[in-house]
C-alpha cells in the first residue's frame, strides 16, 4: 500500500515538473504567435498561419493547467462553459488547415446553425474532440475530400452534438475503415469524457453519425 501511495506521489511530482518546463516554451510561442499576427495584417494567409500557432498554443497551455491541477492530491478541476459552435469552427479549421497542406485532404466543414454552452473542462473537450478528428482524417486517403455535416440540438438530458460523416468520392473501404478508428479512439477518451458527463454514440459506416450528449446545463 505504501509502495503504491509513494509511486503516485513520485508519478505527481514529475506530472508538475513536466507541467513547469513546458510552461516558458508555451509562454514564448504565444507571444510570437500574437506578435506575428500584428505584423502580418495585410496578408491575411500568413495571419491565418498565426492565428492557428496561437490557438493551438493556447490550448496546450489550458492542457498544461489542467495536468498539473490533476496531479495534486487535492486538485480539482472546475468546468468551465465551452460555446459549442466557436470550439468547433476553431478545432476544425486548425485539422482543415493541416490535412490539407500535409496530405492535400480537404475538409467541407458544414457548421451548425445554433450554439449552446456546455458545462465541461475545456482542456478536456480539446483532446476528446480531437482525437476523434484525427480518427477521421487517419481514415482518409492522401487528396480526398470529407464532409463533415455539424448540428446541435436540445433535449430534455442536455445538449447533443452530432457530426455527419461522408466521402464525397468514395473509394474502397474507407467507411468501414473510419467506423473502426473512430471505435479505437473512443476507448481510449471514456474515462476522460465520462469525467465531464459526455456520453458518446455512433452508427453507420458511410454515410457514419457521431453523437456527443452532453450534461444539462444550469443557469
Not at 178 to 186: D, G, N, S, Y
Request: hydrophobic residues 40%; aromatic residues 8%; negative net charge.
Amino acid at each position: 500500500m505504501n509502495t503504491s501511495k509513494n509511486t503516485t506521489e513520485l508519478l505527481g511530482e514529475y506530472v508538475l515538473q513536466v507541467c513547469h518546463n513546458l510552461r516558458n516554451p508555451v509562454s514564448q510561442i504565444m507571444t510570437a504567435a500574437s506578435l506575428g499576427k500584428t505584423m502580418a495584417e495585410e496578408r491575411t494567409d500568413v495571419r491565418r498561419m498565426f492565428e492557428i500557432i496561437s490557438l493551438a498554443s493556447r490550448q496546450l497551455a489550458d492542457i498544461i493547467d489542467v495536468m498539473e491541477q490533476r496531479s495534486k492530491h487535492e486538485g480539482t478541476v472546475t468546468p468551465g462553459r465551452v460555446d459549442l459552435a466557436t470550439f468547433l469552427q476553431n478545432q476544425f479549421r486548425f485539422f482543415e488547415f493541416d490535412r490539407r497542406m500535409r496530405y492535400g485532404i480537404r475538409l467541407r466543414f458544414f457548421p451548425p446553425t445554433e450554439s449552446i454552452e456546455v458545462p465541461v473542462v475545456p482542456a478536456d473537450l480539446v483532446l476528446v474532440v480531437n482525437n476523434l478528428l484525427h480518427s477521421i482524417f487517419s481514415a482518409t486517403e492522401e487528396g480526398r475530400t470529407i464532409d463533415l455535416d455539424c448540428s446541435i440540438s436540445r433535449s430534455d438530458d442536455g445538449p447533443n452534438l452530432q457530426l455527419v460523416i461522408g466521402f464525397p468520392d468514395p473509394v474502397g473501404n474507407r467507411g468501414i475503415l473510419l467506423a473502426e478508428r473512430l471505435r479505437e479512439a473512443w476507448s481510449g477518451l471514456e474515462q476522460l469524457a465520462s469525467r465531464n458527463g459526455i456520453a458518446f454514440f455512433q452508427s453507420g459506416e458511410s454515410p457514419c453519425i457521431v453523437r456527443l450528449s452532453f450534461p444539462a446545463t444550469t443557469g
